[in-house]
C-alpha cells in the first residue's frame, strides 16, 4: 500500500509539473513580443489646429498656434464589448488605453504646464478594398477627452477624438516602397529637367529674349515642362495618399500580427450633430511613434492574459 500510494502521489506531482510547464509555455506565448497577442506600446502625437478646408469657426485657430500633445498609450489585443463600441470605429475593436506616466498627456499653455484627462475607447485596422499591392490599410482610434484643452485661439472641450491614419505591416510596406520609387523618380527627375532649363548660366539661351520668335518657342517649351512638372507632382501627392512615405518608416509591434506596423500622419476629428445626421470636423494631425515598455507595463499587460 505505502509502495501504491508513493507512485500515486509521484504521478500527482508528475502532472502538476507538466500542467505548470504548459501554463507557462501558454502565457510566455501570449505575451511574448513575437506574440501576436502581446500588447504594444506607442507614443501617439496630438498637434491641435487649424487645418486647410476645416469647418471649423472661422475664429477656431485663425492665429495659426497649434496645441501639442503627446499621449503614450498601451495598445491591447482584447476585444470591446460589442455595446461599448464606437459605430465610427466598428465591431472588431480592441482596447487602447492611455498612460499616464508623468511625461504624457501634458501641454504648455500660457498658464504653464497642463494636464489632459483621457481614457481609452478601442482601435481597429480596416484592410484595403482589393487588398495587398502596398496599398495603406486605414488605422481607427477614438480616445474619450474628459477635459477641455485650450491654448491661445485653439479650444478642443472634452468630447470623442477620432484618430485615424494610413498604416501598412511589414510586406506592404515594402511593396507600397517599390510601387512609390518610380513615381518618386518621376517627379524629380520632372522638377530637375525644369531647373535646368531656367538655370541663368547654362539653361535654355532662348529665354534671354534677343530673338522674340525663338524666344516665344522657348516660352512654350517651358510651359510644358511645367505642366510636366505639376502633373508628376500630382500623381505623386495621390500615390503617398495610399503608399507609404519615405518618412513613414518608425515600424513597432501592434497587436493582430507578428509583423512590425508603421503608421503614417493622420487626422484627428471630432463628430458634430448636423440637421442631417452627422459629420466629421478636422481639428488637427496626428502621429505615432512605437516607445519601449517598461517592466512594470509588460507585467501589466500579462495579468490580462487568459489561459
Not at 459605430?87 to 492611455?98: L, Q
Not at 501627392?237 to 508603421?262: C, Q, V, Y
Amino acid at each position: 500500500r505505502y509502495v501504491s500510494n508513493m507512485s500515486a502521489v509521484c504521478l500527482l506531482l508528475l502532472l502538476l509539473s507538466i500542467l505548470q510547464h504548459s501554463c507557462s509555455a501558454a502565457f510566455s506565448t501570449a505575451t511574448s513580443p513575437n506574440s501576436p497577442w502581446s500588447a504594444g506600446a506607442w507614443r501617439l502625437d496630438l498637434n491641435f489646429g487649424r487645418e486647410a478646408g476645416s469647418e471649423m469657426p472661422k475664429e477656431w485657430g485663425a492665429s495659426g498656434a497649434r496645441l501639442a500633445l503627446g499621449v503614450r498609450v498601451m495598445v491591447g489585443s482584447e476585444a470591446i464589448l460589442k455595446q461599448s463600441v464606437d459605430p465610427t470605429v466598428g465591431n472588431g475593436a480592441m482596447v487602447i488605453e492611455p498612460i499616464n506616466d508623468g511625461k504624457s498627456l501634458t501641454y504648455i499653455n500660457s498658464k504653464g504646464e497642463q494636464t489632459a484627462e483621457m481614457t481609452g475607447g478601442g482601435w481597429k485596422i480596416d484592410l484595403p478594398q482589393g487588398g495587398g499591392k502596398g496599398l495603406a490599410s486605414t488605422l481607427k482610434i477614438c480616445l474619450d477627452l474628459h477635459n477641455a484643452l485650450e491654448r491661445n485661439d485653439i479650444t478642443v472641450s472634452s468630447d470623442r477624438l477620432f484618430l485615424f491614419a494610413p498604416c501598412w505591416r511589414e510586406e506592404e510596406y515594402s511593396r507600397g516602397n517599390k510601387a512609390m520609387t518610380p513615381i518618386v523618380a518621376a517627379a524629380k527627375e520632372a522638377q530637375r529637367v525644369l531647373e535646368e532649363q531656367l538655370e541663368h548660366e547654362s539653361g535654355d539661351r532662348r529665354l534671354d529674349g534677343s530673338d522674340p520668335i525663338e524666344t516665344i518657342a522657348a516660352y512654350k517649351d517651358m510651359a510644358q515642362l511645367v505642366a510636366d512638372r505639376d502633373e508628376k507632382k500630382r500623381r505623386r501627392r495621390e500615390a503617398e495618399k495610399i503608399f507609404p512615405k519615405a518618412t513613414d518608416n518608425a515600424m513597432g509591434h501592434w497587436p493582430g500580427s507578428t509583423e512590425l506596423l508603421a503608421v503614417g500622419p493622420g487626422n484627428i476629428l471630432i463628430k458634430r450633430r448636423r440637421l442631417f445626421g452627422e459629420e466629421f470636423q478636422v481639428i488637427g494631425k496626428w502621429s505615432a511613434v512605437p516607445v519601449q515598455q517598461t517592466s512594470s507595463e509588460l507585467s501589466s499587460s500579462r495579468s490580462n492574459v487568459i489561459i
